[in-house]
């Protein structure tokens, strides 16, 4: 692993492959570390000439965590958000794109294929808005365009993902259950689910930083982050956009919505996937991103 400084924090991350050979910069999405982008998804991406680079946002893993700042009460956050009043919150997208940024400076990449999930392709879109020339093609997996329109999650995984989970270190099997029950819960129906990667995933990304509080830095980032669409219509690199059928949190119309909303963008619409990337689904996007990275502009 690597630690690098950008944009005032310390990011860590793991780079695959040549460094000669074309950048693939892998962004997390919410609450979750570097990996998420496990080593066999990144080895397959090597195998088709790429340099892959792995990392932690700020405010998980190894990264910088920002505990100078308390994590914003939601209550407080939607009733600002509902009058119209612009938070205060630790950060935006717009910083955490710019920390992204600041990493392709730190590998002296030029340009990079960006592949974001969840809360990382929010990442992704403001980085292809924001820093085209930067961006060489566009992935953007199970997000979402901020459309105040579209549908919401579904009441029960919302309340799942943001309900307050048992401290992993001094209730280990609680924290375990309580985890390992959302992660069935997103995981779409085409797939078995596999309760013992689950729970290999959960307690080395516990081992390695847990941070209530930084899920909610992060989640007050999402909350102010304005809609993208108007911005979405000028991006020019090759886009593709990666949604399950099966997603509770972001339903399979914000993928349909990211898609329309930038030029020429393709939708891979998984049947069956929820909220996750399975193994099983590995072979296919590799190939969709692989292809997507080769398009002309």
Same mark, same amino acid.
């Given at each position: 692993?690597?630690?690098?400084?950008?944009?005032?924090?310390?990011?860590?991350?793991?780079?695959?492959?040549?460094?000669?050979?074309?950048?693939?910069?892998?962004?997390? @999405?919410?609450?979750?570390?570097?990996? #998420?982008?496990?080593?066999?998804?990144?080895?397959?991406?090597?195998? %088709?000439?790429?340099?892959?680079?792995?990392?932690?946002?700020?405010?998980?893993?190894?990264?910088? =965590?920002?505990?100078?700042?308390?994590?914003?009460?939601?209550?407080?956050?939607?009733?600002?958000?509902?009058?119209?009043?612009?938070?205060?919150?630790?950060?935006?997208?717009?910083?955490?794109?710019?920390?992204?940024?600041?990493?392709?400076?730190?590998?002296?990449?030029? %340009?990079?294929?960006?592949?974001? *999930?969840?809360?990382?392709?929010?990442?992704?879109?403001?980085?292809?808005?924001?820093?085209?020339?930067?961006?060489?093609?566009?992935?953007?997996?199970?997000?979402?365009? @901020?459309?105040?329109?579209? &549908?919401?999650?579904? &009441?029960?995984?919302?309340?799942?993902?943001?309900?307050?989970?048992?401290?992993?270190?001094?209730?280990?099997?609680?924290?375990?259950? =309580?985890?390992?029950?959302?992660? *069935?819960?997103?995981?779409?129906?085409?797939?078995?689910?596999?309760?013992?990667?689950? %729970?290999?995933?959960?307690?080395?990304?516990?081992? #390695?930083? =847990?941070?209530?509080?930084?899920?909610? /830095?992060?989640?007050?980032?999402?909350?102010?982050? #304005?809609?993208?669409?108007? /911005?979405?219509?000028?991006?020019?690199?090759?886009?593709?956009?990666?949604?399950?059928?099966?997603?509770?949190?972001? &339903?399979?119309?914000?993928?349909?919505?990211?898609?329309?909303?930038?030029?020429?963008?393709?939708?891979?619409?998984?049947?069956?996937?929820? =909220?996750?990337?399975?193994?099983?689904?590995?072979?296919?996007?590799?190939?969709?991103?692989? %292809?997507?990275?080769?398009?002309?502009?």
């Amino acid at each position: 692993m690597n630690r690098v400084e950008s944009n005032g924090v310390e990011l860590v991350c793991e780079a695959f492959g040549a460094p000669s050979d074309q950048a693939i910069l892998l962004v997390a @999405g919410l609450g979750t570390q570097m990996i #998420r982008w496990t080593v066999p998804f990144c080895l397959a991406l090597v195998a %088709r000439g790429y340099h892959v680079i792995r990392f932690d946002n700020r405010d998980a893993g190894y990264s910088t =965590h920002i505990s100078h700042r308390a994590a914003p009460d939601f209550g407080e956050l939607a009733a600002a958000l509902i009058a119209g009043r612009a938070p205060d919150v630790p950060y935006t997208l717009h910083d955490m794109a710019a920390d992204t940024v600041g990493l392709l400076d730190a590998f002296s990449i030029d %340009r990079a294929h960006v592949v974001g *999930r969840s809360m990382g392709g929010m990442i992704a879109q403001v980085m292809a808005c924001e820093h085209p020339e930067r961006v060489a093609s566009l992935t953007s997996i199970m997000s979402s365009t @901020g459309n105040p329109s579209l &549908p919401p999650p579904t &009441p029960d995984a919302m309340a799942m993902m943001t309900s307050p989970a048992p401290d992993p270190f001094s209730d280990e099997a609680g924290y375990l259950a =309580h985890s390992i029950a959302f992660a *069935r819960r997103i995981a779409g129906s085409r797939y078995p689910f596999d309760e013992a990667a689950a %729970r290999r995933l959960i307690l080395e990304e516990a081992r #390695r930083a =847990h941070d209530r509080n930084g899920f909610g /830095r992060q989640i007050a980032a999402i909350a102010v982050s #304005r809609d993208r669409r108007s /911005r979405l219509a000028t991006v020019s690199a090759p886009t593709l956009v990666i949604h399950g059928s099966d997603d509770p949190l972001f &339903p399979p119309a914000c993928g349909e919505d990211t898609a329309a909303s930038i030029p020429a963008a393709e939708l891979m619409l998984m049947e069956g996937m929820g =909220h996750d990337l399975p193994p099983q689904l590995y072979g296919a996007a590799v190939e969709a991103i692989d %292809r997507t990275a080769r398009r002309r502009p």
